[in-house]
């Protein structure tokens, strides 16, 4: 099957300009999650869609983050507009499962790299 | 505060060479620890679940065990191809499904 997919996979942009990403997760997973690695820290959490529903947005930094899904497919991350310390790598997971003893893992894109200059 | 902490940061392994790799964790209540592996420019991919203390699993040269304040992934016999990042990560009671607390990482280099 094909895995998650993002892009672009890199992104290179001025502060104070707009940058959307990305993800598509495996057919049929309902659960799409975002996450950031900002340099030298541990990855992040930053939130959970069930289907177009936001589950979880707890994560997210502040309100210049924007996340949708429509239809339930695929998902998109907005910054607007981009601050310096927005640069990090933006990763999305995909899971099938929403029950059970969480024993399934998450399956990670390759992430996309944002540069704020 | 919930936390993860792994160690060492770096880990230098000749080929053959069998070693440990920490995670300690601080969360309010455990509902599963994960292990997964990082190669450079790629996202983490998923090892092992761990949900209680005693639980081990094993994937070839891979072995995760659990206890109640730590875990650890062993590794015997390693190649150069185990040569990677390890991430441990943490969901806790309190925190939604996907929102977990993950180390920094354990990066690993094997050389023959």
């Known amino acids: 099957e094909a895995g998650v997919t993002q892009f672009p996979s890199h992104s290179v942009i001025e502060k104070g300009q707009t940058v959307t990403l990305r993800c598509d997760p495996i057919?049929?997973?309902?659960?799409l999650y975002w996450y950031r690695r900002v340099m030298g820290k541990e990855i992040k959490f930053l939130l959970h869609?069930?289907?177009?529903?936001?589950?979880?947005e707890s994560g997210m930094p502040n309100n210049r983050f924007l996340a949708e899904r429509t239809g339930g497919t695929y998902s998109t991350l907005k910054v607007q507009p981009a601050e310096l310390e927005d640069s990090g790598v933006y990763f999305c997971?995909?899971?099938?499962?929403?029950?059970?003893?969480?024993?399934?893992?998450?399956?990670f894109g390759s992430g996309t790299r944002l540069t704020v200059v | 505060e919930d936390q993860v902490t792994q160690s060492p940061e770096a880990l230098r392994l000749q080929e053959g060479e069998s070693s440990s790799l920490n995670c300690s964790y601080t969360?309010?209540?455990?509902?599963?620890l994960f292990w997964y592996r990082q190669d450079p420019g790629k996202g983490p991919e998923f090892l092992f679940t761990?949900?209680?203390a005693g639980e081990e699993k094993e994937k070839e040269r891979l072995k995760a065990t659990l206890t109640k304040k730590e875990s650890f992934l062993h590794i015997t016999a390693p190649k150069p191809e185990d040569s990677a990042t390890y991430l441990c990560?943490?969901?806790?009671?309190?925190?939604?499904?996907?929102?977990?607390?993950f180390g920094k990482g354990t990066k690993l280099s094997v050389k023959p």
């Open positions: 997971a995909s899971s099938q499962k929403t029950t059970g003893r969480y024993g399934y893992g998450y399956t």
């Open positions: 057919s049929g997973h309902d659960n």
């Open positions: 869609f069930v289907k177009e529903s936001k589950q979880d």
């Open positions: 969360v309010s209540g455990l509902r599963g």
């Open positions: 761990l949900y209680s």
């Open positions: 990560a943490v969901r806790y009671y309190g925190g939604s499904q996907g929102n977990l607390i």
